[in-house]
């Protein structure tokens, strides 16, 4: 668990770093042992005839952003991958349209009884997931999203608890 000090700190050094005119409003900026991810909001696009047109504009921008930035955003990464010993991920929001570039696909190995390896395998025989690894993160996806207030709830308090050990007596 990452303290909410040390994504403050993230926070805040991302905010100073990034160019003014890639931030319509603050970056979403998301942190975990392994990665840093900056979503960057640029400002949505003036409305299409339809909602095709609208949606296929701002993904349009999304695409100009990437190619646009790519040096300065990779210059950006070394320095805070330097800083904070994690990889960064890029991303971009404009209106309702958010895409991540590349990013971090971290392995976790677990160990699961029949029963789950069943349920994987369900999901990939179905068509809903390419491989078990695949039916995994869609089951956790899944769970997040039926879930959110009580991961955040729990995410809170985790970190509470590790602001409490930091402040505590030291050896």
């Known amino acids: 668990m990452i303290s909410e000090e040390a994504t403050e700190r993230v ?15 603050p970056a979403e900026i998301t942190v975990d042992r392994d990665e840093i991810v900056v979503v960057v909001s640029l ?4 409305g299409g005839a339809s909602e095709a047109e609208t949606a296929e504009a701002r993904a349009g921008r999304a695409s100009a952003f990437r190619e646009d930035t790519r040096e300065q955003r990779m210059a ?18 404009i209106g309702d349209h958010r895409q991540l570039f ?13 029963p789950q390896r069943q349920v994987l395998d369900t999901l990939v025989d179905a068509g809903v997931a390419r491989s078990r690894s695949d039916a995994l993160g869609w089951c956790v996806r899944l769970v997040a999203q039926h879930e959110d207030d009580w991961l955040t709830e729990l995410r809170s308090a985790m970190s509470r608890v590790a602001d409490v050990r930091t402040q505590g007596p030291h050896a």
Do not use: C, K
């Open 11 to 25: 926070r805040g050094w991302f905010s100073g770093r990034l160019p003014q005119d890639w931030q319509d409003s």
């Open 43 to 46: 400002p949505d696009v003036e």
């Open 76 to 93: 950006i990464a070394r320095e805070a991958q330097h800083r904070y010993e994690r990889t960064v991920s890029w991303g971009v929001r």
């Open 102 to 114: 590349t990013h971090l696909a971290a392995p976790t190995m677990t160990r699961l009884r029949q």
